[in-house]
């Protein structure tokens, strides 16, 4: 187990350190910084670089950690309207509403330029499926022609992103039209 997914107490000095250190990271990445590094980390959340090193391996370790809480609201109940188009339809437009906000547009933005080679994983899109696929399991369960996995981060996350990414419009009604578009695929 890495040191940032041990367990911390919840609330607490350990939770207002937490919240000082994404917020910095949150900071730093939505003015541009140009290197961001644990010392700096540190001494815009008022903590001693130890702090950092004790609880996550590297930077990227805890860059990785703030982009998923960022951008997925990870730990919000996933929606059960009773049909996939309805769960998607309202994931859809939560996933928009929350990443159109200027201080996570920013971050967007930031983290997507300070990406300089090619990754293997990323953490916002394994949360990302794994929210698409209990939804697409609820529906199948139900009975529901349903799309892949696959087919919903490409047809709707995706395009979500990408018009935060590239300041296109985005509101409740595209992210409509991206889940009507990708239901069509299957019926």
């Known amino acids: 187990m890495s040191n940032s997914e041990t367990a911390r107490r919840p609330g607490g000095r350990s939770s207002r350190v937490q919240d000082a250190v994404y917020a910095s990271v949150g900071q730093l990445m939505g003015e541009g910084a140009e290197r961001i ?3 700096v980390i540190a001494e815009r959340a008022g903590v001693t670089p130890t702090t950092l090193y004790r609880r996550w391996d590297d930077v990227n370790a805890l860059l990785e950690e703030v982009a998923v809480a960022a ?6 109940a996933l929606p ?6 309805g769960d998607l339809t309202e994931w859809a437009t939560v996933i928009a509403q929350d990443i159109t906000r200027p201080e996570r547009a920013r971050y967007l933005r930031a983290m997507v330029a300070a ?12 949360t990302r499926r794994a929210q698409a696929g209990a939804m697409v399991r609820r529906a199948r369960d139900r009975g529901e022609p349903v799309p892949t996995v696959q087919q919903i981060l490409d047809h709707v996350v995706a395009p979500l992103y990408y018009r935060v990414v590239f300041a296109l419009p985005l509101g409740d009604d ?9 239901m069509a695929m299957v019926s």
């Open 71 to 76: 951008l997925t609201r990870e730990g919000d």
């Open 37 to 39: 590094t644990f010392p």
């Open 115 to 126: 990406r300089v080679e090619i990754v293997s994983q990323c953490a916002v899109t394994d």
């Open 174 to 182: 595209e992210a409509r039209g991206l889940v009507r578009d990708t």
């Open 80 to 85: 059960d309207t009773g049909s996939l188009e």
